[in-house]
Antibody, heavy 117, light 112 residues
């Protein structure tokens, strides 16, 4: 059974950093692209970043470029999102998702990041 | 960026009724390879989104045939027939033809 479990969320002050993790199981992690998608409270879904199966290619939405870094450790079947210089508008539930068989076919349960002083 | 406009914003449907959700794109979603990467998701209350329909009209595994997708170019529709209580939630369309990929703003389905 495919499982994605996010962790690392919490309350952080503006300008500080946080690193999210997504532990994957139930599939061959190194074969699939991985993604971070976020949802601000009571708002819709917003794609944040993606990474290729090998980790050699990464993609970001403009508003997080230069502040967020997506990475993966295929040996540990874990996806990461390093978030630096956090802003209040980054407050959201962050989901990891994968494209096994079809686009964003599997999602984690999400981890809440709150950026506030 | 491609803007996906979903209408209506909300729907109130009786059990057993039919719902129709529109997703209109600011530009054609036909990829240079000929495929159209327009997908539909449902986010039930308190849950993560789940894939319903991929590439316009293909139901994901386990999705009942009450759900159907159609459309082409810039105009797409999700239809839900014989609405059941578990269909309530927010429906989103997503395009992955152009970068950055973008979601529609969502349509909330409520059951009468």
């Amino acid at each position: 059974e495919v499982q994605l479990v996010e962790s690392g969320g919490g309350l952080v002050q503006p300008g500080r950093s946080l690193k999210l993790s997504c532990a994957a199981s139930g599939f061959t992690f190194s074969n699939y692209g991985m993604h971070w998608i976020r949802q601000a409270p009571t708002k819709g879904l917003e794609w944040v970043a993606s990474i290729s199966p090998s980790g050699g290619s990464t993609y970001y939405r403009d508003s997080v470029k230069g502040r967020f870094t997506i990475s993966r450790d295929n040996a540990k079947s874990t996806l990461y999102l390093q978030m630096d210089s956090l802003r209040s508008e980054d407050t959201a539930t962050y989901y990891c998702a994968t494209d096994i068989k079809q686009p964003f076919a599997y999602w984690g349960q999400g981890t809440l990041v709150t950026v506030s002083s | 960026d491609v803007v996906l406009t979903q209408t209506p914003v909300s729907l109130l449907i009786s059990l057993g009724g039919q719902a129709s959700i529109s997703c209109r794109s600011s530009q054609s979603l036909v990829h240079s390879n000929g495929n159209t990467y327009l997908h539909w998701y449902l986010q039930k209350p308190g849950q993560s989104p789940q894939l319903l329909i991929y590439q316009v009209s293909n139901r994901f595994s386990g999705i009942p045939d009450r759900f159907s997708g159609s459309g082409s170019g810039t105009d797409f529709t999700l239809k839900i027939s014989r609405v059941e209580p578990e269909d309530l939630g927010v429906y989103y369309c997503l395009q992955r033809t152009h970068n950055p990929l973008t979601f529609g703003s969502g349509t909330k389905l409520e059951i009468k």
